[in-house]
T-cell receptor, first 115, second 113 residues
Framework: AQSVTQLGSHVSVSEGALVLLRCNYS??????LFWYVQYPNQGLQLLLK??????LVKGINGFEAEFKKSETSFHLTKPSAHMSDAAEYFC?????????????FGKGTTLSVSS | NAGVTQTPKFRILKIGQSMTLQCAQD?????MYWYRQDPGMGLKLIYY???????DKGEVPNGYNVSRSTTEDFPLRLELAAPSQTSVYFC????????????FGPGTRLTVT
């Protein structure tokens, strides 16, 4: 069965600092992996996705993530944090369910950015 | 395109009341999903549908029902509201092919008191 673990429920950085949000997955098949962002009182927006085409995936707003099969990881990074990056971030893996596929989400990491 | 829309945005229910959360998408997606989000718990799948007339249970279906009579609409029904159903509910959809990317609605915040 597929699962996702996000290490650290809360990460705080200063503006301009490196952002690193950690995600480890478990999957019995080659995974499709996703990072979503949720701004306060909004729905989830896709940041980026891994679909086996390239191990380094670039997303919106300067974020990128690297798929490392040997470490079963898909960590999200951004070289320089901006105040507008403050949000909750979810890692997800695509999973087979009885009649199709669904996403299995991690518990989320709240990113705080201070000036 | 409006994408995925949900109504209402907020609702307060009394214990034992019933309500329907509405979800619609205008992207002609076959797959639709209902999730609930509780603080610190991520999103949990309640029900999903792979097309009109076909639905199935997810991880946390108890206390909920769904129907899918059209491609566009996927309402979620709460029959006897309980405090444990206080949550934020998200509807999502995706196309049949592609790489399983889901598009989310803005959510419905439900409080049961």
């Amino acid at each position: 069965a597929q699962s996702v673990t996000q290490l650290g429920s809360h990460v705080s950085v200063s503006e301009g600092a490196l952002v690193l949000l950690r995600c480890n997955y478990s999957s019995s098949v080659p995974p499709y992996l996703f990072w979503y962002v949720q701004y306060p009182n909004q729905g989830l927006q896709l940041l980026l996705k891994y679909t086996s085409a390239a191990t380094l995936v670039k997303g919106i707003n300067g974020f990128e993530a690297e798929f490392k099969k040997s470490e079963t990881s898909f960590h999200l990074t951004k070289p320089s944090a901006h105040m507008s990056d403050a949000a909750e971030y979810f890692c997800a893996v695509s999973a087979q369910v009885q009649a199709g596929t669904a996403l299995i989400f991690g518990k989320g990491t709240t990113l705080s950015v201070s000036s | 395109n409006a994408g995925v829309t949900q109504t209402p945005k907020f609702r307060i229910l009394k214990i034992g009341q019933s309500m329907t959360l509405q979800c619609a998408q205008d992207m002609n997606h076959n797959y639709m999903y209902w999730y609930r989000q509780d603080p610190g718990m991520g999103l949990k799948l309640i029900y999903y549908s792979v097309g009109a007339g076909i639905t199935d249970k997810g991880e946390v279906p108890n206390g909920y029902n769904v129907s899918r009579s059209t491609t566009e609409d996927f309402p979620l029904r709460l029959e006897l509201a309980a405090p444990s159903q206080t949550s934020v509910y998200f509807c999502a959809s995706r196309a049949g092919g592609g790489f399983y990317e889901q598009y989310f609605g803005p959510g419905t915040r439900l409080t049961v008191t």
